[in-house]
């Protein structure tokens, strides 16, 4: 299917670092297209599920499917602003070219752009980038994590999940979607600080080692959550359904959502979030 994507067996992909760095450049170009969009030149208007899109988002999104096509010819692809054709193959690209748009339009820098490689209903290579932070963290099953700079004279970093501390855990938490129950589960686990902040850049802090949990207890879809899914991994943490069980993506059934998730920075501290 294309450089670097291998089948070693029915069950496995690998991700070559040739193509580790060509989907790195990607989310990277991107970002650049986000960021080239004048304010005055957004477009924003409401989806039908009353969500915002702008040519940010389509911008970015066109940038994504065309460097796809060249670079995994054939690779069937699921954005948030286009839909891969039925049925899926086994492995395929979860894209949201721009999440947090609401953060975008009112001008905050927590918007990301997110790609994911999903095989056998599993992320096995995701890549954010943060256009406004300068940044971009990728994961690859059984080869890490790291944080870069969008500028490419900035080193990559290896980052890796810490041990949760012994006097509370720090929480990830989103700045539009904290309800009760939420709430609830995370004074259960008696987290002693929040950060709050949109987009996917929640999972990023869970692989960073800057928090230590971030659940969301309501339904999401999959292109929001898959490649900051991978990257936790990769950096040695857990993301499950909220009673602990595998998340598992490309629910075309299900209009590609999940119904809900937590992500673990130490899964051995992990605690079914759907009971009370």
């Known amino acids: 299917m294309g450089t670097g994507l291998e089948q070693e067996s029915s069950a496995l992909r690998t991700i070559a670092p040739d193509l580790t760095d060509a989907l790195t450049d990607l989310v990277a170009r991107a970002a650049a297209a986000i960021l080239a969009i004048a304010p005055g030149a957004l477009d924003t208007r409401l989806k039908a599920d009353r969500s915002p899109v702008t040519a940010a988002d389509e911008a970015a999104d066109a940038v994504i499917a065309q460097g796809l096509a060249r670079i995994i ?8 602003e286009s839909r891969a054709p039925d049925p ?10 721009l999440d947090g748009t609401k953060e975008f339009v009112a001008g905050r820098g927590e918007y990301t752009v997110n790609l994911a490689i999903v095989a056998d209903g599993k992320p096995i290579a995701g890549f954010i980038a943060a256009p406004a932070l300068g940044l971009i963290y990728r994961g690859i099953a059984g080869r890490g994590a790291e944080r870069l700079g969008l500028d490419p004279a900035i080193a990559p970093v290896a980052i890796r999940c810490r041990r949760a501390p012994d006097d509370g855990l720090v929480a990830a938490v989103s700045r539009s979607h904290l309800d009760g129950a939420t709430l609830t589960f995370l004074d259960r686990l008696g987290v002693t600080r929040r950060i709050s902040c949109g987009s996917a850049l929640k999972l990023c802090r869970i692989a960073e080692g800057a928090a230590d949990v971030y659940p ?3 339904p ?5 959550i898959a490649a900051g899914h991978a990257i936790i991994t990769a950096a040695g943490g857990l993301v499950t359904t909220p009673s602990g069980m595998p998340l598992r993506y490309g629910r075309a059934e299900q209009d590609f959502k999940v119904p809900g998730f937590v992500a673990w920075g130490d899964g051995t501290r992990r605690v079914d979030a759907s009971s009370g």
């Open 73 to 80: 010819p054939g690779l069937p692809i699921v954005s948030e």
């Open 88 to 97: 899926l193959d086994a492995i395929f690209a979860l894209v949201d070219p």
């Open 216 to 218: 969301r207890l309501s």
């Open 220 to 224: 999401t879809s999959e292109w929001d």
